[in-house]
């Protein structure tokens, strides 16, 4: 509950997570009433090493993403640094690859 938002909505396709949604949904999200800020992300599959080490990633827009989830905490230059960086990513400060697949 930490991470969650009373003002803060997600959308995504009704089909799945893997199927985004037409990116001119933007621009008609943000004209809602009461809407500050409109974002977006995909989900795709990672491994690191060997397949047995999957895991989640989503590419994003940067910028109006991290001003929506203010509760990332980055440091200054490592903001600015993912930001110039289009190949750039941002990984919590305790993740570790499984190294048994789990």
């Given at each position: 509950m930490?991470?969650s938002?009373?003002?803060?909505?997600?959308?995504r396709?009704?089909?799945?997570?893997?199927?985004?949604?037409?990116?001119?949904?933007k621009?008609?999200?943000?004209?809602?009433?009461?809407?500050k800020?409109?974002?977006?992300?995909?989900?795709?599959?990672?491994?690191y090493?060997e397949?047995?080490?999957?895991?989640?990633?989503?590419?994003v827009?940067?910028?109006?993403f991290?001003?929506?989830y203010?509760?990332?905490?980055?440091?200054?230059?490592?903001?600015?640094?993912?930001?110039?960086?289009?190949?750039g990513?941002?990984?919590?400060?305790?993740?570790?690859?499984?190294?048994?697949?789990r």
């Open positions: 930490e991470a938002s009373a003002t803060r909505l997600v959308t396709n009704a089909v799945s997570i893997i199927f985004p949604l037409p990116h001119f949904y621009d008609k999200i943000q004209q809602v009433n009461g809407v800020t409109v974002s977006y992300g995909t989900w795709f599959g990672g491994v090493g397949e047995k080490n999957f895991f989640a990633n989503f590419a827009e940067a910028r109006s991290l001003d929506l203010p509760e990332f905490i980055i440091s200054e230059d490592n903001k600015e640094s993912f930001l110039k960086d289009q190949k990513c941002v990984i919590g400060k305790n993740w570790q690859p499984s190294l048994d697949g």
